[in-house]
């Protein structure tokens, strides 16, 4: 069975331009999670879609964003970047059931490099 | 706040040693705490998932025990080897941070290095 896959694995920007990552869940997982992880920040919640919905975002500006897919792909787009915003972006895929949290199984993680 | 500690920060141990690695969370109102596996510069690979309701898991050499109302969870490998060297994350879905919307709340995790 295919794992999470992203793209691209690695990504270099400037400031000021938009970067885009993609996320294929697992077969059959219909809720898609984003991550960030920055060096010494540790993993920070970025989003969750559901169902093709953003159900849940964390504590970043708008100006990061993302939508879901029919097929429950995802894309993760940020805008307007920053230098702070270099970081390996992580996705995750889960079932979606009511009640309590299913295991999130990660994707290897596209290394955003902002210049 | 919901806040996850992992201690030790680093740990370095020779080849065949049991360890305990360690992770504390402020609080106790959780879904379920789930531990992880990351290699340098890599994604996260579940390793095993604890919940609320449950005290332990167990996967091959691995041991997870949860307590809950002291807010603990350790992590026990035995017999460890090379092969285990990674940083060792725990993530918490907490009842009152989003826990039931999607947010897994990490530690900074423990770098461990298994020597031949």
């Known amino acids: 069975e295919a794992g999470v896959t992203q793209s691209p694995t690695h990504l270099i920007k400037t400031r000021g331009q938009q970067a885009t990552l993609r996320c294929s869940p697992i077969?059959?997982?219909?809720?898609v999670y984003w991550y960030q992880q920055a060096l010494g920040l540790g993993l920070q919640f970025l989003l969750w879609?559901?169902?093709?919905?953003?159900?849940n975002r964390g504590n970043f500006p708008p100006r990061f964003s993302g939508r879901q897919f029919p097929n429950y792909s995802s894309e993760l787009n940020v805008n307007a970047l920053e230098l702070e915003d270099s970081a390996l972006y992580l996705c995750?895929?889960?079932?979606?059931?009511?009640?309590?949290?299913?295991?999130?199984?990660f994707g290897p993680g596209t290394r955003l490099t902002v210049l | 706040k919901q806040e996850v500690t992992q201690i030790p920060a680093a740990l370095s141990v020779p080849e065949g040693e049991n360890l305990v690695l360690n992770c504390s969370f402020t609080d106790s109102a959780i879904y379920n705490l789930q531990w992880f596996r990351q290699d340098p510069g890599k994604g996260l690979t579940s390793l095993l998932l604890?919940?609320?309701?449950?005290r332990e898991q167990t996967s091959g050499r691995l041991n997870a025990s949860l307590d809950k109302s002291s807010g603990r969870s350790t992590l026990y490998i035995a017999a460890s080897q090379p092969g285990d060297s990674a940083t060792y994350l725990c993530a918490v879905h907490a009842m009152n941070y989003g826990g039931s919307q999607g947010n897994l709340i990490f530690g900074k995790g423990t770098k461990l290095s298994v020597k031949p």
């Open positions: 077969s059959g997982h219909t809720s």
């Open positions: 879609y559901d169902e093709g919905e953003e159900r």
């Open positions: 995750a895929s889960s079932f979606r059931t009511s009640g309590v949290r299913e295991t999130q199984y």
């Open positions: 604890i919940q609320s309701s449950q």
